[in-house]
């Protein structure tokens, strides 16, 4: 399959997860959390107006907006993302269920299918616009860094939600889901945790390195460190197990070095001899 096919597939799958979420569990919930689709879903409520055709009515200006202020990096995935996403919400949204009138459940589910969603759409390159766009024209414009522009563009939708549904419980609501969205949407573009990374600094960094290699048989790599303190060089080891291999590592560092410093950290994805397979 030609790469640009499967990105597009891609982008048009997580448009749908996406929009499923969406009209399950937040647009029936009055859950607004934040976004272009968080501002459609108090329009919808305000006016009645079709949730997906307001926020393409509302991308398309800000699209236009980005072309003359950031030039053209958004490119024609952004305008596909957002056109499929807007499409998707009203043609699913008459033969989508709506699971749960609970808010905390609505929030929770609805954040979990749209992080996946979006995960997917940015995963394979592409983006819904929205809110992505409004960040990056105030960056433009004003200096403010994109994450602070983000929080501010979202926080006004949530609190615009709250007032004008007369419910600051619902802003609360729209906060957790923000939340989960976000948190999941890092877990599909970046991946689970599939391995440690130890990075080890001990006086025997030799026979370390020696143990990894004959009783675990995985590789070790020598970096060159200087303590702040005391300014000598001393050789420090990273060494890269997966997450049932951490005990077996450790018992060897400090069976050898009871003095060892070693940190232990978080690795989502690792290619390469004994772990993933590059294409």
Not at 109 to 114: M, S, T
Not at 180 to 199: M, N, R
Request: glycine residues 10%; aromatic residues 8%; hydrophobic residues 50%.
């Amino acid at each position: 399959m030609p790469k640009w096919l499967r990105q597009y597939l891609g982008i048009t799958l997580g448009s749908v997860v996406t929009a499923v979420g969406l009209n399950m569990f937040l647009i029936p919930n009055k859950v607004a959390a934040g976004g272009v689709s968080g501002l459609a879903t108090v329009l919808h409520y305000v006016f009645g107006s079709p949730v997906g055709l307001t926020m393409l009515a509302l991308n398309i200006p800000l699209f236009l907006l980005s072309l003359k202020v950031l030039g053209t990096r958004f490119g024609i995935n952004t305008l596909y993302g957002a056109a499929i996403l807007s499409i998707a919400i009203d043609s699913t949204a008459p033969f989508t269920p709506v699971l749960t009138k609970d808010l905390l459940l609505s929030s929770l589910y609805g954040g979990v299918l749209c992080g996946i969603g979006l995960g997917l759409v940015f995963r394979f390159r592409g983006t819904t616009a929205g809110t992505d766009l409004a960040a990056a024209i105030i960056n433009k414009i004003f200096g403010i860094s994109i994450g602070q522009s983000l929080l501010m563009v979202d926080f006004f939708v949530i609190a615009l939600a709250g007032i004008l549904f007369e419910s600051a419980e619902l802003s609360l609501y729209a906060l957790i889901s923000l939340f989960v969205t976000t948190h999941i949407i890092d877990l599909i573009q970046e991946g689970p945790s599939s391995a440690k990374a130890f990075i080890i600094m001990t006086n025997s960094p030799d026979n370390v390195a020696q143990a990894i290699l004959k009783e675990m048989e995985r590789g070790a790599t020598y970096l060159q460190g200087r303590g702040a303190y005391t300014g000598q060089f001393r050789e420090t080891l990273l060494c890269v197990v997966s997450t049932s291999e951490v005990t077996a590592l450790k018992d060897i560092i400090y069976k050898i070095d009871k003095t060892a410093f070693v940190i232990v950290a978080d690795v989502h994805e690792v290619l390469g001899e004994g772990f993933t397979r590059t294409k």
